[in-house]
């Protein structure tokens, strides 16, 4: 079944890339197929969270820490995020890959949690450094900046192709 669902997936995927496969190579595309579908999912789930779950209001936990629904709708959403990004990464995207699962989904997790990181520290180097430019510009500037340094990341480290070295 999970055969199936890969190659429907990556069929779906393959024939939008036709017109583009003479300046975008298929992985690259698969990459920004799988992120950008997991960013819109990610949109949607934060946004039922953030009215839903926790109903537009601050959350208290055990009476003594108070978070935004905003930081309470995030947490609910990115261990979704995580996961299935992961598993898009890992099967539809870099299935090349012969590290472990336990050791990729480790690196997966260590590289988003940078990223989330240096998203942060970029939108207030943003407001600081660039406070003339529309925030909506600054923002889509650092989606930019982190798809593309998240790309690197996962194909030269996440999903990295060990050889194995045969000594004889």
């Not at 997966?108 to 529309?134: C, R, W």
């Not at 510009?137 to 790309?151: A, D, E, G, P, Q």
Request: glycine residues 4%.
């Amino acid at each position: 079944m999970l055969t199936r669902a890969r190659q429907l997936i990556l069929g779906f995927i393959d024939f939008f890339h036709k017109p583009f496969a003479s300046f975008i190579p298929a992985q690259t595309f698969r990459y920004l197929a799988c992120g950008g579908s997991n960013t819109v999912l990610n949109i949607f789930l934060d946004a039922f969270a953030f009215n839903t779950i926790m109903h537009r209001h601050p959350a208290t936990i055990y009476q003594v820490i108070t978070i935004s629904a905003e930081v309470g709708a995030w947490a609910l959403s990115y261990p979704i995020n995580i996961a299935i990004g992961f598993t898009l990464s890992r099967y539809i995207v870099f299935p090349e890959s012969n590290l472990h699962g336990h050791k990729q989904l480790f690196r997966y997790t260590l590289i988003a949690i940078t990223f989330v990181l240096i998203s942060f520290l970029l939108i207030e180097a943003g407001k600081i450094y660039l406070p003339m430019v529309n925030q909506t510009v600054r923002y889509t500037l650092v989606c930019i900046i982190i798809t593309l340094f998240s790309y690197i990341s996962q194909r030269k480290f996440t999903f990295m192709t060990v050889n194995e070295i045969v000594i004889p």
